[in-house]
């Protein structure tokens, strides 16, 4: 439910959840299956950033049937396929209005900090309250990270960052440079490239997945193979894997590779790491090393799954490697250096930072990243929900934040408690100036 208050201030509760996108819905859902009362504070509105900072062809690059929020499993008639943006709106508004989620949309939290008492202190936009406990379900992505580069373009040169690109026709005629090759960076310039646009893609170190190998969705034969189920704690270099790039792969049109080679053998631009800008763009020289070492990657997961076959002896059509299509031996261009003059735009597509400025507890690492165990942080009654690799790889995700909510649900309703707050929710006793209608996304 969408509930509008005259104020929460000074109200008293046992959870206060800050984030109303999936990881928030989550850990409602399952407070609500306990019967823990607690509110859900959402900045703007149910699928806020889905509507916001995605492009028009915006598609999952995971299969629909990896879409399982608590209590609410894709239904539709699409298992395999890839729901678009729209969609994606259509399916977190139908979660939100399927429980009764006490959210409050248009409410920020500005200030949180400790209690003698051990309970936390919420400042928010509507009135500050005191929590028992708090849980963070704001991801990691707040904030739209650009390289001080990009100040020393001149004034005439376009510059969005990739969350502020919507399509092709937002951006003046002109020569356009996409700078990132993860997946925003890559589906971006595909986009443009398939408008026709002159595209120049500055390619990183991203790895890259193939969309279908030996009859099957490749993440189909990961999850058979238990990928997806590995935790964090598997992993030798944990801090590392939370950091790494996503592999770049497409929904698009039911699903391909995307192979940046085959872009370039058609026209697409590529060039290394952006380096230096002045009237020239200078790009590194490790074009190559990038391309080969995105291959690697995929090749290695085809042996992986080449190996899980023989070993169960489950049959499946054999299908040859992958060749190169391109090098850039083949260039006709340079490779090192574009003159800015000819570019009408770049897109930055560097990622996001986070923005925990208003989280007064030290819980946080020289990076700026929470310390957790599974989201429970050392402050006492402080978790986290919906970060990359929180526990799996899907804790981010549709397909595993249901889990990782799960767990941080049950630490919260065995912690002692260090007030009267009653836990259990019964029938509402305050009013407020509320909107029952169920919460929309549009």
């Known amino acids: 439910m969408r509930l509008v208050p005259d104020t929460l201030d000074g109200r008293e509760l046992p959870v206060a959840v800050v984030g109303g996108g999936q990881a928030g ?3 409602s859902w399952h407070l609500t299956q306990r019967g823990v009362e607690h509110v859900v504070l959402e900045r703007h509105s149910v699928g806020h950033e889905w509507r916001t900072r995605r492009w028009d062809s915006f598609c999952l690059v995971t299969p629909n049937w990896q879409c399982d929020l608590p209590g ?5 008639g699409d298992p395999d396929g890839f729901m678009v943006r729209d969609e994606i709106l259509d399916y977190l508004s139908t979660y939100a209005a399927s429980f009764p989620v006490p959210l409050y ?16 202190d919420l400042t928010t936009s509507a009135g500050s309250l005191i929590a028992e406990q708090v849980v963070v379900a704001t991801g990691p992505y707040q904030v739209p990270v650009t390289p001080r580069l990009a100040e020393r373009l001149p004034r005439e040169v376009t510059q969005l ?5 919507r399509n092709p026709a937002q951006l003046p005629p002109g020569e356009v440079l996409v700078v990132g090759s993860g997946q925003s ?4 310039a595909e986009d443009l490239h398939l408008a026709g646009r002159r595209v120049h893609l500055a390619v990183g170190s991203a790895p890259r997945v ?13 999850e058979d193979m238990g990928y997806y189920r590995r935790t964090i704690a598997d992993f030798a270099d944990a801090d590392a894997v939370r ?23 058609d026209g697409m631009r590529l060039h290394g790491r952006l380096r230096a800008v002045d009237d020239v763009l200078h790009f ?23 190996e899980y076959l023989d070993r169960t002896g489950i049959e499946a059509p054999a299908e040859a490697r992958y060749t190169p299509v391109w090098t850039p031996a083949d260039a006709d261009y340079p490779l090192d250096a574009v003159a800015v003059d000819t570019l009408a735009a770049v897109i930055w597509s560097t990622g996001f930072g986070p923005d925990h400025r208003w989280i007064e507890a030290p819980v946080f690492n020289g990076r700026g990243y929470p310390v957790h165990d599974r989201g429970v942080t050392p402050s006492p009654g402080l978790y986290f929900v919906g970060l990359p690799w929180q526990w799996t790889w899907g804790s981010g995700r549709f397909g595993g934040v249901g889990a990782d909510a799960a767990h941080v649900v049950e630490r919260i309703v065995r912690k002692p408690q260090t007030s009267g707050v009653h836990w259990l929710a019964g029938t509402p006793t305050e009013t407020y100036n509320t909107d029952w209608s169920p919460a929309r996304s549009a």
Do not use: C, M
């Open 25 to 27: 819905l989550s850990i």
């Open 72 to 76: 609410h499993p894709y239904a539709g």
């Open 105 to 120: 949309e248009g409410v920020s939290a500005t200030r949180l900090r400790g209690r003698p008492d051990g309970r936390y």
């Open 161 to 165: 960052h990739s969350s502020a690109y």
């Open 185 to 188: 960076g890559a589906q971006i």
């Open 210 to 222: 193939a969309r279908f190998y030996r009859g099957r969705d490749v993440v189909a034969w990961l």
């Open 243 to 265: 950091f790494r790039v996503n592999h770049y792969v497409t929904g698009r049109d039911g699903g391909r590779d995307i192979d940046l080679r085959a872009f370039a053998r």
């Open 284 to 306: 590194d020289d490790d074009l190559g090393a990038n391309l080969d070492g995105a291959d690697r990657v995929s090749e290695s997961i085809k042996d992986s799954i080449d």
